[in-house]
């Protein structure tokens, strides 16, 4: 069970939001770079990244400041998310150092794009599944769509995308503890690794993750729970090693 440290961009400083809500957004640092080092340093694997100005604008905005981390760590495996939508920005994001791409509302709007990705940059797809009741949320969840989140990750699978990053939006910012019972049910209808999102608080949090790790659960994103200092990223994933055995 991997613990990756989020870093959401907006204006080019690091901030969280609260149920994907712009107006409700909480700067934690002028420098995305720093924050990074500061990950780093705790013994963070991997880096997850998403340029939120980017996912409303729907091209990158924020890509500068990305490329300056992975150029300072280029052997930290990085994924990206927010306002990628063409394959330019994702060969962009590639040769800038990126691991892993995310398609979010474009998996979505044009399913099409996953499968021709997949093709062209077999091996660095992700796609993002942000959903409240089990329907997908677009648009840097501003729209709720009419789709139900496992027929998109079942779709995306056999597209052949890497894994799916599962959020719950209700529970995201929140540090009101994970949808667990999604997540399972979600990891459970595909063979693919699924990395959860939202919610995860302490250490309570990420046992309870690490009890289901076998379903297909092979990672969870946390982020407030990092800044507020409810979890502690050195500590936790101590705890998911020892819980789940070798490191992933």
């Given amino acids: 069970m991997l613990l990756i440290p989020a870093?959401?961009?907006?204006?080019?400083?690091?901030?969280?939001?609260k149920q994907g809500r712009m107006e409700d957004?909480?700067?934690?640092?002028?420098?995305?770079?720093?924050?990074?080092?500061?990950?780093?340093e705790a013994g963070a694997r991997r880096l997850h990244i998403v340029d939120l100005d980017g996912a409303f604008a729907g091209r990158p905005v924020n890509a500068r400041a990305i490329a300056r981390?992975?150029?300072?760590?280029?052997?930290?495996?990085?994924?990206?998310?927010?306002?990628?939508?063409?394959?330019?920005?994702?060969?962009?994001?590639?040769?800038?150092?990126?691991?892993?791409?995310?398609?979010?509302?474009?998996?979505?709007?044009e399913p099409h794009f996953v499968s021709e990705v997949?093709?062209?940059?077999?091996?660095?797809?992700?796609?993002?599944?942000?959903?409240?009741?089990?329907?997908?949320?677009?648009?840097?969840?501003?729209?709720?769509s009419r789709h139900d989140v496992i027929d998109i990750a079942q779709h995306v699978e056999r597209d052949g995308v890497e894994g799916i990053i599962y959020t719950?939006?209700?529970?995201?910012?929140?540090?009101?503890?994970?949808?667990?019972?999604a997540t399972v049910k979600l990891a459970r209808a595909v063979h693919i690794p699924i990395?959860?999102?939202?919610g995860i608080t302490d250490l309570d949090d990420v046992r309870a993750l690490c009890?289901?790790?076998?379903?297909?659960?092979?990672?969870a994103i946390t982020g407030r729970a990092l800044y507020?200092?409810?979890?502690?990223?050195?500590?936790?994933?101590?705890?998911?090693d020892e819980l789940t055995g070798a490191p992933a």
């Fill in 7 to 17: 870093i959401d961009l907006k204006e080019g400083k690091c901030v969280r939001l």
């Fill in 25 to 40: 957004a909480t700067v934690y640092a002028e420098d995305p770079l720093a924050m990074a080092e500061r990950w780093v």
């Fill in 69 to 109: 981390i992975t150029e300072a760590f280029p052997d930290l495996p990085v994924q990206v998310g927010g306002g990628i939508r063409d394959e330019d920005t994702i060969q962009a994001y590639l040769d800038a150092g990126v691991q892993w791409v995310i398609i979010g509302t474009k998996a979505i709007n």
């Fill in 118 to 144: 997949c093709l062209e940059f077999p091996g660095h797809i992700l796609v993002g599944l942000d959903a409240k009741d089990g329907k997908v949320a677009i648009d840097g969840w501003s729209k709720l």
């Fill in 168 to 181: 719950d939006i209700s529970r995201d910012g929140m540090m009101n503890g994970i949808n667990l019972e």
């Fill in 195 to 198: 990395i959860a999102s939202g």
């Fill in 211 to 219: 009890e289901v790790a076998d379903e297909g659960i092979v990672g």
């Fill in 228 to 240: 507020e200092g409810t979890l502690d990223l050195a500590e936790a994933q101590r705890l998911a």
